[in-house]
């Protein structure tokens, strides 16, 4: 990857960008750290929320239940963390569980709040097909697809051209270069309904059709595995550590300048 | 979209991939990292990765192994083989496992199946019965452990229900009167218990040409196959798998 940020524009790099994966004590972040360091980012994991707030860019994967999720990060001190994190504005990523717990609750776990900070609900799928949702799905972007993006299904397109093409208007940063259609890995029996639509950034379709990427702003999350969804899905991680490397060179340094 | 998956299954012991007819004859293929690499490369959709290895020694050195395969891959992991605790999940997930296959402790405690649930989520837990044919048994499949040695009375269909009550998110059946033959998966027994849940179940045992991988799905009524034999002997890739059953109207990912 080349150095993310400045790409001639005249940002000059100070440090390289610091991403943080959260740890709320579910094990299992083997997948996401191997393939953030597969795309040059320079993460660490964090279970202690004294470390979240010196992070440029914070990672939440989903393990477990969304009752465990909630009552491990709130248990370690780091719902608050993140929420806060959230609110500063810098880059999430949410990755299956880490979506829905933006959500204010889940079917899951009646009565036990997430973060609250994108209205809607998190629901059961129903009906006739197999669940959970485990196997490979495409997904679809709003507008469909573009003239940089011909064919559909094949995954990502030339990775020369990854972060040299702004993504086409309104489409979510990290789906930068990334076909519309592409191939990626679900496992779950929940699915995000969000009140705004506008919030939707890719649409799946299982016996209905679901949100299955959630972006607001520096709010990004994805219902599927990125890092368990081969090219397609390196090339969105590699889509976000340039968009945290982008907001971190933007931002204003935290009085480490004059 | 319901997209159907082909999992090729690396059978290890004491940490090389092996494969044998019916549980028993055992011939040595090389390395797993290796494979699994290139199966992941050419396409498959998930890797399953199982212990044969009964004693201790080998079981460290599996761990080892799924550690080589997981840095080698970038498609979900399923491992088993004497999974017995939530401990033995925690080492494995830590070590690069998607999910986990439980068999036999499911069937001596199955309250695991229900913990493991709770812990990881249904989508981590994935269990494995081993079937043969027996006219005791009311669905004529009855459960057995051991690595196929330990006959248990239990009828297959009515334990494959009972997991998916305990929380299990997927059931990998095989059965061991076909597993190694390359005659095709044992369709009725597959049939009987996808049938019977509603959780996805992987057909797995016995495939050998590509008329069996399309009979797993359509017969079987499988959402995924495994396969063994047919793609360690290099009678088929990947591709051509995915190309046959696209050519018959399975939607794959390709």
Redesign the interface.
Known sequence: MDTPGDGGRGIKMHRATRILIVDYG???L??VR??FEACGGAVALAGDPGEVAAADALVVPG???FG?CAGGLARSGMKDAVAGFIRSGRPYLGLCLGLQILFPSSEEAPGVPGLGIIPGRVRRFSGS????H?????IAFPGGGDARTPAR?AGVQDPARLGIDPPPAGRCPIFRGVQDGA?V?F???FYPEPEDPAVSASAT??GMTFASAIWKDNIIATQF?PE???RA??AMIRNFVAFAAERAAARPANGDEP | MEYRRIIPCLDTKDGRLVKGVNFIGLKELGDPAESGAAYSEAGADEIVFLDITATPEGRRTFIKAVRQVAARINVPLTVGGGVGSLRHIEELRAAGASRCAVNTAAVRRPGLVREAAEEFGSEAVVVAIDTRASESAPSGFEVVVGGGRVPTGMDAVEWARRVEGLGAGTILPTSMDADGTKAGYDIPMTRAVSDAVKIPVIASGGAGTLEHLYDGIAEGHADAVLVASIAHYGTYTIRQMKEYLASRGVPVRL
Do not use: C, F, R
């Open positions: 579910m094990g299992n083997h997948s191997k393939a393990v477990g239940s465990d097909l197999k669940i959970p485990v196997g490979w799905n495409t299904g191939y890995y496992a779950h029996s379709e299982y595995h368990k969804s081969q899905g390196l």
